[in-house]
């Protein structure tokens, strides 16, 4: 079945630095690819999304790119603020697997201020 | 808000009971999933149903059951508890059974077994 590693599995920045999360997957047929940030004890909170057919998506300050020879995606922040500190997880489905989401392991993001 | 409701937030039992979490999805969303989320195995796939029906299934346990009802809520059931049950579990939903929907979280309900 489908395997996501994610790394780094922690991130300290500087407040106002950028900061980068990758993920690959093993699966070439997965088609979606979601990022969740997760604060302390609240409920993991759908902050990008990507689809196979796109190679860049952006938000404001949040954009992953997606490179599906590779079979890795990444999520970019800029402009850090002490608020985007969370763990973040990135996620990967295909039609075969029904909806199920297959989570990377977490990167835990602290940005000093 | 997400919008998907999950009851109760707190449960604390013993080993060998049953318990019963419930989730309401969002309104209009017919996919509900169940996650669970340790320490030790992170954020874990257990099953899905769409419109009533079981779609796909994870790593859950034979000890663990759930169904979707006709207005669409969804219970899942853990019996003969174990120590290692104790987790966070979530509920999500999307519109839809295709795989590329976004799927939107509750709040989770918090097992503690002791």
């Known amino acids: 079945g489908e395997n996501v590693e994610q790394h780094p599995s922690t991130l300290s920045v500087q407040e106002g630095d950028s900061a980068v999360i990758k993920c690959t997957y093993s699966d070439s047929a997965s088609n979606y690819f979601p990022w969740y940030k997760q604060e302390l004890g609240k409920r993991p909170q759908l902050i990008i999304d990507i689809r196979s057919n796109v190679g860049e998506k952006k938000d404001q300050r949040i954009a992953v790119t997606l490179n599906k020879t590779a079979k890795h995606f990444s999520l970019h922040i800029t402009e850090t603020q002490p608020e985007d500190s969370a763990v973040y997880f990135c996620?990967?489905?295909?039609?075969?697997?029904?909806?199920?989401?297959?989570f990377g392991a977490g990167t835990i993001l602290r940005v000093k201020s | 808000d997400s919008g998907v409701t999950q009851t109760p937030k707190h449960l604390i039992t013993a080993t060998g009971q049953r318990v019963t979490l419930r989730c309401s999805p969002r309104?209009?969303?017919?996919?509900v999933y169940w996650y669970q989320q340790s320490l030790d195995q992170g954020l874990q796939f257990l099953i899905q149903?769409?419109?009533?029906?079981?779609?796909a299934k994870g790593n859950i346990l034979e000890r663990f059951s759930a169904q979707q009802f006709p207005d669409l809520h969804s219970e899942l059931n853990l019996s003969s508890l174990e120590l290692g049950d104790s987790a966070l579990y979530f509920c999500?939903?999307?519109?839809?059974?295709?795989?590329?929907?976004?799927?939107?979280f509750g709040d989770g309900t918090r097992l503690s077994i002791l």
């Open positions: 149903y769409y419109n009533g029906e079981e779609r």
């Open positions: 996620a990967a489905s295909k039609e075969e697997y029904g909806n199920k989401l297959v």
């Open positions: 309104s209009g969303d017919l996919s």
């Open positions: 999500a939903s999307s519109v839809g059974r295709q795989a590329d929907q976004p799927q939107h």
